[in-house]
């Protein structure tokens, strides 16, 4: 399911020079990205400043920033203050914002979001529209013209954009960008990346949903700082991400994570991927509101309605929190459920956090509260006694910016060269 980079690189390699043992063309990018990162965290800076941050010979760093002001990534905006030895002022520096645009598209089941984001990543323009259902090609014709629409709105040019990050919900070969299979759009073997690339003229990289909320959780949200991490992601389907020592984890064709179609011991339900008793099919959203239309064919009482065609795993949760019973135990089933998949991830990868995402997330402790109880008894007990079990932080809109911040990512060459080179 995965495919693409992400915002963890960052974390992969500390923050100083590479010595002179290291590949020269490598050595040169890493700098160049650390020149970059101090400028764009401390502007205006000067170049004295920038060269005993990052502990680089002052004509290194002058010939990076050269480089950089050239490209247009940084700018100088004047004298700064003398300092009390006297002498000349320094030229102070600045992270151009403008000096790119990027472009983030969230492909759902129902609605496709795209942001166009500056140099920084700060949003610009969002748009909204219904997923194009049906042939692939035509689908992504038409989210092409509404890129192009938003990029216009934003103010923004097609010559200016840097890069497109896409997350969709199926999975991804990590290498071509192609789209092997998502169900719940009707897509098998879609060519995503190259289609868009000869559409936008740029750089599209395409990721799963899922890798697509860990990125921006680990960036900017719940896992900040953490080394390893999980997210297991819940809404139609299930599907877990995973950092290890600060570095996404893909596997070898970029499907690293589709715990949602391991088999739960004892279970018989019929899942989409042909086979039966996978997680997903026993737990997931759309199993959650099986679960409460079979109890009322059953005759058991509820303040849902279980003839609802538009009955959603959200409308659960909600009669939960109100006190309905049988939605509290639905969810309770389903958190156990979940839970003993939770403690198999904490076995194989020893996490400092899980993360729970997806729609269902947002049913808080009645699921969550099952799901932690069922973990904690069926993994190691050495191995929970520092993990943290979490809702995400950035809920619905974390996909997108996740997106946003893989093209933010791989506009930058620091990001290309830890994850191509």
Known sequence: M?????????????????GSGADHSLMRELNRSLVLDVIKENSPISRAA???????????????IDDLIAEGLV????????????????????FNGRSQFLVGIQVGVKRT????????GEELERTEMSTPHGDASAALQRISESVHRSVAAAGASLKRLGAVG????????????????????????VPVAATLTASLGVPVYVVNTVDAA????H??????????????????????????????????????GEIGHCHLPGASQPCNCGKVGCLEAEADARAIVRAVREAVASGRGTTLDGSDEDLRAEDVAAAAAEGDELSLEVLRDAGR?????????????????????????????????????????????QATSQVEIKPWAFGPNATVRGAVLVALQYAETYYRVIFQG
């Open 219 to 256: 960036v900017e949200g719940v896992a900040r700082g953490a080394q390893d991490a999980v997210l297991l992601y819940i809404g139609r389907g299930i599907g877990a991400a995973f950092i290890t020592e600060g570095r996404l984890l893909h596997g070898a064709s970029g499907l690293a």
């Open 214 to 217: 860990l990125v921006v959780e």
């Open 337 to 381: 459920r979940i839970g003993v998949a939770v403690s198999w991830l904490i076995n194989l990868f020893n996490p400092q956090i899980v993360v729970i995402g997806g729609g269902i997330a947002g049913a808080g402790e009645p699921l969550l509260g099952p799901l932690r109880e069922a973990a904690l008894e069926h993994a190691l007990p």
């Open 2 to 18: 995965k495919g693409g980079a992400t915002g963890v690189a960052g974390t992969a390699v500390s923050k100083r020079p590479i």
């Open 166 to 189: 896409v997350c969709l919900p199926g999975l991804v070969d990590l290498h071509t960008g192609v789209c092997l299979l998502a169900p719940n759009l009707g897509w098998k073997d």
């Open 75 to 94: 700018r100088e905006i004047g004298p700064g203050q003398t300092t009390s030895g006297g002498g000349r002022p320094p030229i102070l520096l600045e």
């Open 113 to 120: 979001t795209i942001v166009v984001a500056d140099a920084r």
């Open 50 to 64: 920038i060269a005993k941050q990052t502990s680089l010979a002052k004509p290194t760093v002058s010939a990076i």
